[in-house]
């Protein structure tokens, strides 16, 4: 069981804070929407949280029950699927997979044949990732995440380039996959996103005048 802390957080751009002082507390099995704008911070604080940005102020710590999980480690309990994380076009979905399972498993050991079938992309297995829409991108990167094991899911914007049965695929994998799992979801207040969240945080919160 995951625990995170976040301890007085803050980054900035420049001279600029886009948040500071940021505190929270997430539990094993939360499930925590952090709302803001476009330009917020929201997408950094959850890149700072996945351990790929660094904070200038604070810490970010993950537990795995009364342990401290180290900064090394961290890559292992988190899995994250973001507009901005680019797949290998050069790959076919099977490829794509296959690579992603290397570094991180799949629940439940999962042939890369029953994903596909669970991404619902079965026509486009040996399709290379170039060919694809944006649309069935978002969908692989969304199931890689949701499916990988790792017992800590962030998700940014997970609705971006979805059509509205897409979102319903979404909302039924999260249902499906993810119930056990520490969810953390940035959005722009869009419901589809985050109608599992039981709690929010919001960026905006934490901005400050100073630019010191």
Known sequence: MTSITINNLGKKFGREWIFRQLTEEIKPDDKLVILGGNGSGKSTLLQIISGFVTPNEGEVIFKSGEIKITQEEIKNHVSLAS??????????????????????PFLNSMAVAEIISVLELDRASE??????SSGMKQRVKLGMAILAEAPVLLLDEPASNLDRAAIDWYKKMIQTYATNKTILVCSNAITDEYFFCARELNVMNYKQSSKS
Do not use: G, N, V, W
């Open 83 to 104: 507009p901005y994380l680019q797949l290998i076009d050069d790959f076919t979905l099977s490829e794509m997979l296959e690579h992603a399972a290397i570094f991180k």
């Open 127 to 132: 399709k290379f990732l170039r060919q694809f």
